[in-house]
Structure formats: structure tokens, C-alpha cells
């Protein structure tokens, strides 16, 4: 079974480079460059990782990420931005397993998605595992 990762980026350049090095990594990978549309995929299909921005057209990747999460979605998240620690921790407070600052290199963003992919969640007391 592939890997199905979506990535929420308005930057079409950006979002094709991205994309491209991911699935040279064999991950299955799917773009939406508007908030709002990638938060009704991401409610609507089954992925294994959501990587979002965090400015984005229609929506904040942060107001996705809630949504996500009021929503019971338990896919695994990385968020990619530009901005500072006080998005971080916010982005962490709200759930999200990974933050890489923009720019990243791309081995970092791999190995960044390959760990988080890798790495056991525990949500509401419970360890949910990575399928096979």
C-alpha cells in the first residue's frame, strides 16, 4: 500500500517542486493550493500525512489544522512555513507532529516526512501505528 500524502501550498512553483521530490521518495502526493479546498479533500479522502502552509488562500493551514482536529481526523500533520517560534508553538499546541521553517532543504524535508511517517501517535491516550 502507497503512502498518500496531501500538500496544502499556494505556491504552484513551490508545490511542484515539493511534490516532485516526494514522489522521487515514492510517496503518492496530491496538491491543493487553496485552504479551503484542501481542508474538503482532506475531510473527504484518506491520507496518510497532510503537509500544510501556514498562509494560504480560503484558510490558515492553523484554521485547517483545528478543523482537522474537531473533525476526529487523526491523519498525521506537518505544517511549513516561513514564519517564526510563535507559529510553531502554536501549530504545536493545536496538534501538529512536525514544523520545518521554510526554506528546507529537500533531504530535510524527507527525512522529516519519513520520521513522522515512521513515529507511533498518541492521541486521546491511545498509540495509533502506521499501516503496514
Same mark, same amino acid.
Given at each position: 500500500?502507497?503512502? *498518500? %500524502?496531501?500538500?496544502? &501550498?499556494?505556491?504552484?512553483?513551490l ?7 516526494? *514522489? ?7 496538491i &491543493?493550493?487553496?485552504?479551503? +479546498? ?8 484518506s ?7 501556514w498562509?494560504? /488562500?480560503g484558510? +490558515? ?7 482537522? *482536529?474537531?473533525?476526529?481526523?487523526? +491523519?498525521? +500533520? ?5 514564519s517564526?517560534?510563535? %507559529?510553531?508553538? &502554536? ?11 521554510? /526554506? ?13 511517517l515512521?513515529? /507511533?501517535?498518541v492521541?486521546?491516550? *491511545?498509540?495509533?501505528?502506521?499501516? &503496514?
Amino acid at each position: 500500500m502507497s503512502v *498518500r %500524502i496531501l500538500l496544502i &501550498e499556494d505556491d504552484s512553483s513551490l508545490s511542484f517542486f515539493l511534490a516532485r521530490a516526494l *514522489r522521487r521518495a515514492g510517496y503518492d502526493v496530491f496538491i &491543493e493550493c487553496r485552504g479551503d +479546498t484542501g481542508l474538503q479533500r482532506a475531510l473527504n479522502e484518506s491520507f496518510d500525512l497532510i503537509i500544510l502552509d501556514w498562509y494560504l /488562500p480560503g484558510s +490558515t493551514g492553523l484554521d485547517i489544522l483545528k478543523a482537522l *482536529r474537531a473533525n476526529m481526523i487523526e +491523519t498525521r +500533520t506537518m505544517m511549513l512555513s516561513g514564519s517564526g517560534d510563535d %507559529i510553531r508553538e &502554536e501549530a504545536l499546541d493545536v496538534g501538529i507532529d512536525s514544523f520545518l521553517a521554510k /526554506p528546507c532543504g529537500l533531504d530535510a524535508l524527507i527525512d522529516a516526512v519519513a520520521n513522522v511517517l515512521r513515529a /507511533p501517535r498518541v492521541l486521546a491516550g *491511545r498509540s495509533l501505528a502506521m499501516p &503496514e
